[in-house]
């Protein structure tokens, strides 16, 4: 039988690997567009992804075990890495996220059990939110990012596909995010 936790970590697990297999290498030709215009490149999206590991995850997990609702989550700086990751190779942020998600799922594997899902904290917008919430939403974000990086690929190459391009929903969603029915 599997739990929770062991589902979601194991997801959480896989970030850096596909990452890893990913991005490692590839010259910036491939890695240097946004998803979408004014998006973000995929190396912005490691830097927000190791900015979640340093300040949100396991420092709000900690703030549920540790106070509960009593004092709510600092607020995140979704744009930490513009500034902090300039002129960073992206194979050297690709190494920093995945050493810190290794220490964080040790960490968290440490403090949390199932029992602990349920616990509650305080969301600085959302108000109160629940520790598995938190989690949960740790794994969809890795995943979400992830969409971005691919698409930020995909994008790099957009005007090379010439007239298969209609037939690409990755490059479609670029100019127009309805043109491809859910």
Known sequence: MTSFMADTTALLARTPKVLRTLLIGLPDSWTDTP?????????????????????DWMVRTRRILDHGTSRAFDRFDRFAMLERD??????????????????????????VSDD?????????????????????TWAVHDLDHIGQVYAGLAGSHDADVG??????????RRDDPAAVAG
Do not use: C
């Not at 007239?163 to 479609?172: A, N, Q, S």
């Open 35 to 55: 998803d979408v215009a004014d998006g973000w490149r995929p190396r912005d999206v490691v830097g927000h992804l190791i900015t979640g590991e340093e300040t």
């Open 116 to 136: 602990d899902l349920d616990r509650r904290g305080l969301h600085p917008s959302l108000g109160e939110v629940t520790l598995r919430e938190l989690v949960a």
């Open 86 to 111: 300039a002129g960073v190779p992206l194979d050297d942020l690709v190494e920093r996220f995945a050493a810190l998600r290794a220490a964080n799922l040790a960490a968290l594997g440490e403090l």
């Open 163 to 172: 007239p298969w391009k209609e037939y690409l929903g990755i490059l479609l």
